[in-house]
Every structure is written in C-alpha cells, then in structure tokens.
C-alpha cells in the first residue's frame, strides 16, 4: 500500500471509529437503560471506560491518525496501538454487557477497529521498519518494560485467579460484577501478555517484527494503564472500597511508558528527502 492510500485508509477507518465509539460512549453516558441491568460495580467500570474513550482516546486516535497521514512515522505506531486498545476494549463492551440497545454498536467498533488495525499491519514489511531505526543502538530500555509490562500484569492477575482455582470460588475480581469471568483475564492471559512478552524477545534479538511490535504494544500498554488509574477514580468516587494508591501507581507506570516510548522513537532515522 503506498504512502497516499494507506494515508486515506487511515482516515477513513479513523473517523468510522470514532463516530461509533462517540455513541457508545454518550449513550451509556446519557442512556440510563444502557446499563440498567449491570450491578453497580460494573456500571463505575463502564462509565469509566466512557470517559476515557470520550475525553481522551477519540482525541489519540484523531491526532495521530493527522500525523500518520502527513508520512510522521510516529503517528503511525500510535494509531496502531490505539486501534488495538479499542479492539481490546470493544471485546469486553460486547462479551461483558448485558444485551442493551447499542450491542449492534459496540460489535460495529469492534470490527472496524479490528480490520483497521489488520489492514494496515498486513501492508507494513517489518524488514522496512527495522531500516527505520538506528538498529546500531540496542534497545534495552523498550525491551526490558515490554518484558516487565508482561510478567507483571500476568502476577497479578494469577495473583487474584490462582487461589480461587485452588479454592474453586470467584476470584475477588469477578466479585460485584456479576460476571462468570473476567474477560479482561481473559484476553491479557491468552493473547496480549503472550505478545508482550514475545515483542520483547524480539526487539532484544533486534528482529524487523520487534521493532514493528513494539512501539504499538507501547502505546496500548500506556493506554490501558492510564484506563486503569482513571476507572480506579472514577470507582472510589462511587462508593468504591479500592485503595486510590492503585491510581496513582498505573499514573506513575503510563507516564514511564511514555518516557521509554518516546526515547525509542527517538532512535528513528530522519526520512530521506
């Protein structure tokens, strides 16, 4: 796909998504009967998860879908990593909701951010990312906090899910939700903490696909964790007994995130003219 084509693809998958992803988010704003038969618990979790798609991913997914279409190879990396972060998140929308007026548009996002991401992922040759780089440098730094996103997120999440298996009870996280799992276990446990884990090896064996992976895998690392330190507020704020410490720690884990991101981006070599 060349540079003017994959540009108006961009834009076009851009503005479907955030069309769609503004009516989520104001319906289940606005809409009482959205989530009318959620328990109060998941309610402070969705409506969490609405703000931040309103106030906060629309804008990522809008500016840096401009800036990959003026050929800013940043922008790029991004806005792939931020239509991953809504493929993930439409998941849990449509499998973890209750049936409610705007499951046709929560499957609508989900599919168009998931073919976004797909088609422009396909249409990018690793070996020509890697020549992006200053591949002279060795990326420890982005390796080693993939890695450590990984493990991390896998221990607490086992941390919560190992002692109910044993037990064969709901695992505190499931508790108040009224869910059977929890699909956010679900998704890290079998698709995207794998990924991370993966992306790390590579970039440490500066393979092209490491340095295609990684600053996308970044970019949702740095997303969810602002999505969790935000939710963490917006449940206390409702009755919630969480420790807000949990906020500012994922606070602290995304503002690192971006340090590393942007030190990593740094290390792209200026487009010949």
């Known amino acids: 796909m060349n540079g003017k084509l994959r540009g108006r693809a961009i834009l076009y998958f851009t503005l479907a998504t955030v ?16 989530y009318s038969r959620e328990t109060a618990l998941w309610i402070a979790q969705a409506a969490g998860q609405d703000v931040i798609n309103l106030a906060f991913i629309v804008p990522v997914l809008l500016v840096s879908a401009i800036v990959a279409r003026r050929g800013i190879r940043w922008g790029l990396f991004v806005w792939l990593g931020t239509m991953l972060y809504t493929s993930y998140t439409f998941v849990i929308y449509s499998f973890g909701l209750h049936f409610n007026s705007l499951f046709l548009v929560y499957c609508w996002t989900l599919g168009v951010s998931a073919y976004s991401f797909m088609t422009l992922t396909v249409q ?10 200053d591949d002279s440098r060795h990326e420890y730094f982005m390796s080693l906090f993939v890695l450590a996103a990984g493990v991390l997120f896998y221990l607490m999440w086992l941390k919560d899910d190992l002692p109910a298996m044993i037990s064969n009870q709901a695992p505190a996280s499931l508790r108040g939700t009224g869910l059977p799992t929890n699909p956010v276990h679900v998704l890290d446990y079998s698709l995207v903490l794998p990924g991370f884990i993966i992306t790390s090896v590579l970039l440490l064996k500066k393979k092209a ?6 600053p996308v ?13 935000v939710i963490a507020v917006v ?5 919630s007994n969480d420790n807000v410490s949990i906020s ?16 990593f981006l740094g290390h792209m070599r200026k487009p010949a003219a």
């Not at 690793?126 to 780089?133: L, R």
């Open 19 to 34: 069309i769609l992803m503004a009516i989520t988010s104001l319906g289940g704003l606005f809409y009482h009967n959205t």
């Open 124 to 133: 990018i040759t690793p070996g020509a990312v890697k020549e992006w780089f």
């Open 248 to 263: 500012i720690l994922f606070a602290i884990f995304a503002a690192i995130g971006v340090a590393v991101l942007v030190r």
């Open 235 to 239: 449940m206390k704020m409702g009755g």
């Open 217 to 229: 895998f970044m970019t949702f690392a740095v997303l969810m964790n602002i999505t969790i330190a």
């Open 209 to 214: 696909l490491g340095y295609l992976l990684a």
